[in-house]
């Protein structure tokens, strides 16, 4: 009796520390999740994950701002079911299975910087949002969790498409400028010459075709003060003007008002205008900030 009395004791004993050490255990659980919660909630990107059958099971502030969702909109959810219509670029509608976190659902592959319009609940605009989604896989191959990485890049693409105008714009200014001007761009770690416009193929009577993508150094190897000249303004950030004698071919040397204009981030313009009479005389260097 005192012996099974023991082994009772002891069976309780063993059962008490087991107990005492789930409990421990759920507890780092729990704080690791509240932790973990916290971090993916603060995230200046969107977050969603959902289960392998696709229901979201976590979306944080960033993404919930970024899809113009609650909580309870999207929380226990099929992806294929949230509140949200998807566009291709080109306007057309993408259908819900088809959408970004749904099709990796769906395939098992990943995503990586996927644009799509989007376009939230009670908005008439398209949002443009880049998706990277993530599956997970256990070992047999089984999808469990996909994790969604989102954020909203229509302030990017609005300021890529004015800069792409702002580009448009400049290249036909450069084209039909009068002046002959010259394109000279930093390529591993020499000013080439990389364009020209009509004024300046037309001066070079046929000559400047064959010098474009060769290097400054090689072009102006008899006139280095235009070499140098290129060089200063490319690395002071600034515009100079000087006037310098230059041979263009098949006639002799006559006097030249050239400017060098600096074009962030890594060009410098070279334009000429030849000096006549007074002009010649009188000419002097001359530096903008």
């Not at 959902?50 to 960033?62: E, H, I, Q, T």
């Amino acid at each position: 009796m005192a012996e099974r009395t023991r082994k009772l004791a002891e069976a309780n004993r063993l059962l008490a520390g087991r107990l005492a050490e789930v409990r421990k255990m759920e507890k780092a659980l729990a704080e690791s999740e509240r932790t973990y919660r916290g971090l993916v909630s603060n995230l200046e990107v969107g977050i969603l994950t959902a289960s392998g059958d696709g229901v979201v099971d976590l979306v944080n502030r960033k993404g919930l701002a970024i899809l113009g969702l609650t909580e309870k909109e999207v929380l226990g959810l099929e992806t294929s079911r949230l509140p949200l219509a998807f566009f291709r670029e080109d306007g057309s509608p993408v259908r819900p299975e088809d959408g970004p976190l749904a099709r990796v659902i769906l395939t098992g592959e990943p995503l990586r910087d996927e644009p799509a319009g989007l376009r939230r609940p009670g908005e008439e605009a398209i949002a443009w949002i880049s998706f990277s989604v993530f599956p997970e896989h256990d070992a047999r191959g089984n999808l469990v969790r996909v994790a969604a990485v989102f954020s909203d890049i229509g302030e990017r693409r609005r300021l890529e498409e004015e800069l792409r105008e702002s580009r448009e714009r400049f290249q036909f200014l450069f084209r039909h400028f009068p002046q002959p001007t010259c394109v000279f761009r930093l390529e591993k770690g020499d000013l080439v010459l990389v364009e020209a416009n009509r004024a300046a193929f037309a001066a070079g009577r046929g000559h400047l075709e064959g010098l474009l993508g060769r290097r400054a150094g090689e072009i102006f190897v008899n006139l280095p003060e235009v070499y140098l000249s290129l060089w200063t303004a490319f690395e002071g950030r600034r515009s100079l003007k000087r006037r310098i004698d230059i041979r263009v071919p098949e006639s002799s040397p006559s006097p030249y008002a050239v400017s060098f204009v600096f074009v962030p981030p890594d060009m410098v313009l070279l334009h000429a205008v030849k000096l006549d009479g007074d002009d010649a005389e009188t000419a002097t260097e001359r530096e903008t900030p």
